[in-house]
């Protein structure tokens, strides 16, 4: 399992590519049973949930995030660990991000579906097919990013009428070049792979960024598409 593989870079880059769109719809599914369980039977639980709650799960899961990282770059490590940690994140962000089925009605949360599967499609499909290199926007979107967080925790002590709104619509283009810009890294990681085991590890990697990218892209939309709406059922 840990030996060399055989292909050039662009069959790596294929299997890489099959491999962590394989693990990005199955931590999507997992993600979106586990929001489905704790909206049905644990609504309680989402209704209490404060910013202390909200708080431990963001430290828990940027540290899971930080052990993945180690272990993608650790040759000793195994790709099982990284591929549990990564199963174990999308069941912590269901459980996080469950509060949109609670306080959005379903409509809007379908039409949020459907409106993020039709652009991460397209996105992906360009990142595929453009002969334009976006890789190095990634630490311009990394600013970009921080930017609209900071400006975020502004506009709640500063209320300006559609300012979250401009938010919303700043991060939903951040999120669109991150899609395209991680859609492409993974192509690059097979310059780096050289076994099997790294090629598993870095799908993982390559997963994990791609479905944080598609599930913020989904709660913005929400957010949007829910402006002024809430399931008070």
């Not at 989402?46 to 650790?74: A, D, E």
């Not at 990142?127 to 921080?146: E, Q, V």
């Amino acid at each position: 399992m840990n030996g060399e593989i055989l292909g050039n870079t662009q069959d790596l880059a294929q299997r890489l590519i099959a491999k962590t769109y394989q693990k990005v719809t199955i931590g999507l599914i997992i993600t979106g049973l586990v929001m489905a369980f704790m909206a049905t039977f644990m609504r309680g639980f989402i209704m209490s949930m404060g910013l202390g709650t909200s708080l431990i799960f963001l430290v828990i899961m940027i540290g899971l995030m930080f052990m993945l990282s180690r272990s993608v770059s650790n040759e000793n490590s195994s790709p099982s660990t990284a591929n549990a940690i990564y199963y174990a994140l999308t069941v912590l962000f269901g459980v996080s991000t469950s509060p949109l089925l609670v306080y959005y009605n379903m409509n809007t949360v379908g039409l949020a579906m459907l409106a993020t599967a039709l652009m991460f499609g397209g996105l992906t499909y360009y990142a595929n097919h453009t002969k334009k290199n976006y890789i190095p926007m990634g630490i311009y979107l990394f600013w970009a990013l921080l930017a609209a967080v900071v400006l975020s925790i502004v506009a709640i002590f500063i209320r300006i009428p559609g300012f979250y709104l401009l938010i919303d619509v700043v991060l939903l283009v951040i999120f669109s070049f991150y899609i395209i810009v991680d859609t492409q890294s993974v192509k690059q990681y097979a310059n780096q792979v050289t076994s099997e085991s790294q090629l598993e590890k870095y799908s993982t990697i390559g997963a994990l960024n791609i479905y944080i990218d598609v599930l913020n892209l989904f709660e913005i939309l929400v957010e949007l598409f829910g402006a002024g709406q809430s399931n008070n059922n």
